[in-house]
């Protein structure tokens, strides 16, 4: 992300001030062709696209087997924040790029800033209508469309059922003010164990904060806003600062070997994220199925419920793809398509963005890991109470790891939570101003 250009951070700040999210179209786009099907009539292509999610390659598989015409190759990168972004950019920038990239609605507004999306509006537009309003306001900035949504992904307690009983936790924790109790008893019946772990995932982090309505970024008067150390993060710092301080928390960083040794060997008894953590969890603990369960996600009001997203992606074109219609045709289809979809649910662990995905079977389904549990009954009951307006900010790629570098600092005792704060905003600012940006904050 530091190789983009001040002019380049300046015009994304226009386009992201003007839209803010608004989801605005535009019919700018010189890609030409209906996403319904991928025929275009232009004949036989092939399409390369990058990503890491597992799933994704099955529902690639799906569609070559109908869509000889337009055949995808799909190519098994690391993860976004571990050099799947990286490598994008840099091959945006040398101009050999797949058309198709899996991209995190947090990093879409840095890829827009570096020049390195296809604006694909007027392909993408006839679909737009089949995804949640916000979701598509995610793929969407200053009137241009980039990717189409695939998923979004809303926040639940996974917990030992079996363990929870061993230590008296009759239900699961429904506030955080229980789950702080409950950490607490657990922790006094033996001081090996503990009801969570405290890692190091910065955008974990930010599903909380979404959670108590403490935003991060925000625009206005065609100025960034930057709040990572407003009162409402700091109340959330603080709770889990509390936490910490009385040793209630695991600290093994996020999806680390050593977390889930922990949790197979009964030292951690659940985990709030997303719901694509539900598989993740099922395949690392195999050794433990049919003994956890998953649970609303703890909230700060019983009387309001409000629960947080942590994650959803788009599937998005990259600048000079030579087929940005037929690559928005099957984005459109991967998202959208029964079989796919069913697949996204079963194995990603998607909570789907398309509005005909929310009726798939798939989300019926019991889970035997969970003990026969339908757990997306969970994710549908929660998902209404998501404060949808949350917006992320332009350098999310500094503010994520200085973020996360801070959690991991604070599991250990080398900082404090409100202190890190502090430091990721000045940084936050301190970058965003570097790269042209106007910032207030």
Known sequence: MKVRTASLAAAAMALVATAALTGCSSSGSTASGSPGDGSTGSGPVTLDFWGWAPGYAQSVALWNKSHPDIQVTFDTTAPGSKGGYTKMLTAVKAGNAPCLAQVGYETLPSFAAAGALQDVTSSAASAKSRFAAWTWNQVSIGGATYGIPVDTAPMALMYRKDLF????????????????????????????????????????????????????????????????????????????????????????????????????????????NAVWDAPIIASSVASTSGKWAVAPMPVWDAADPVYGNDGGSATAVLKGCAHAAQATAFAVWMSTDADS??????????????????????????????????????????????????????????????????????????????????????????EMKQQGLTVSG
């Open 165 to 272: 009983a061993k230590y008296g936790i009759t239900t699961p924790p429904a506030t955080w003010d229980a789950y702080a109790a409950d950490a607490a008893k657990v922790h006094a019946a033996d001081p090996s164990v503990y009801l969570g772990d405290f890692g190091n995932d910065a955008y974990n982090y930010a599903g909380l904060a979404w959670q108590a309505g403490a935003p991060w970024f925000g625009t206005a008067n065609q100025q960034w806003q930057v709040s990572l150390n407003n009162a409402g993060n700091q109340k959330v710092a603080a709770y889990w600062q509390g936490l910490l301080d009385k040793k209630l928390l695991k600290t093994d960083p996020s999806y680390d070997p050593s977390l889930y040794k922990d949790m197979a060997n009964g030292k951690i008894l659940s985990d709030v």
């Open 341 to 430: 979809v069913s697949n996204l649910i079963k194995v990603t662990g998607i909570y789907p963005a398309a509005t005909s995905g929310l009726t798939n079977p798939a989300l019926s389904a019991p889970d035997s890991f969970y003990g026969g549990q339908k757990i997306y009954d969970v994710f549908n009951a929660e998902t209404p109470h998501i404060n949808t307006s949350w917006q992320w900010g332009p350098t999310m790629t500094q503010t994520s790891t200085d973020l996360g570098d801070g959690l991991g600092q604070a599991g250990t005792g080398g900082a404090t939570l409100p202190s890190v704060l502090g430091t990721v905003q000045t940084k936050t600012v301190a």
